[in-house]
């Protein structure tokens, strides 16, 4: 009896779509970080890329629990020194929406050539609107 390998060529990636308003940030992240990854199907293997697309809508209407929205914190850096920036979740969401759900699945996925591959997958948009219809989307319920 043999192992299943999983290869580039044979793998077939389909297209959710996922609605984000008031859902929570870090279970919807490793929900859809899951999804990316492939590990939902059972052709999954660690080291190829066998992830669905995911396009996110509304998702400026994510929500944290608890006081997260003024307590966490995200920091990026200017490359120059002492260029350190902080930001809150309420401030981030306001400026950039969906980009604190992009970095948490960031965060999720593995480092290197075939984690940005993987994050290249997903679509993220902060209304309802999104210009991937003719792809035909499901509907995916997380």
Same mark, same amino acid.
């Given at each position: 009896?043999?192992?299943?390998?999983?290869?580039?060529?044979? #793998?077939? /990636? /389909?297209?959710?779509?996922?609605?984000?308003?008031?859902?929570?940030?870090?279970?919807?992240?490793?929900?859809?970080?899951?999804?990316?990854?492939?590990? /939902?199907?059972?052709?999954?293997?660690? /080291?190829?890329? #066998?992830?669905?697309?995911?396009?996110?809508?509304?998702?400026? *209407?994510?929500?944290? #629990?608890?006081? *997260?929205?003024?307590?966490?914190?995200?920091?990026?850096? #200017?490359?120059?020194?002492?260029?350190?920036?902080?930001?809150?979740?309420?401030?981030?969401?306001?400026?950039?929406? !969906?980009?604190?759900?992009?970095?948490?699945?960031?965060?999720?996925?593995?480092?290197?050539?075939? !984690?940005?591959?993987?994050?290249? *997958?997903? *679509?993220?948009?902060?209304?309802?609107?999104?210009?991937?219809?003719?792809?035909?989307?499901?509907?995916?319920?997380?």
């Amino acid at each position: 009896m043999k192992t299943y390998s999983a290869s580039a060529q044979g #793998t077939v /990636h /389909h297209w959710y779509l996922v609605d984000a308003q008031n859902k929570v940030l870090g279970r919807l992240a490793s929900r859809i970080a899951m999804r990316l990854r492939g590990k /939902h199907k059972p052709e999954y293997t660690p /080291h190829v890329d #066998t992830g669905d697309f995911i396009v996110v809508v509304n998702a400026g *209407k994510v929500r944290l #629990t608890g006081r *997260k929205a003024l307590g966490k914190t995200y920091y990026r850096h #200017t490359t120059f020194p002492g260029g350190i920036k902080q930001t809150d979740f309420a401030k981030l969401n306001a400026r950039l929406p !969906g980009r604190a759900l992009q970095k948490a699945v960031k965060g999720m996925l593995p480092r290197g050539p075939l !984690g940005f591959a993987m994050l290249r *997958k997903l *679509k993220i948009y902060a209304d309802s609107k999104h210009p991937h219809a003719a792809q035909q989307p499901k509907a995916l319920e997380l």
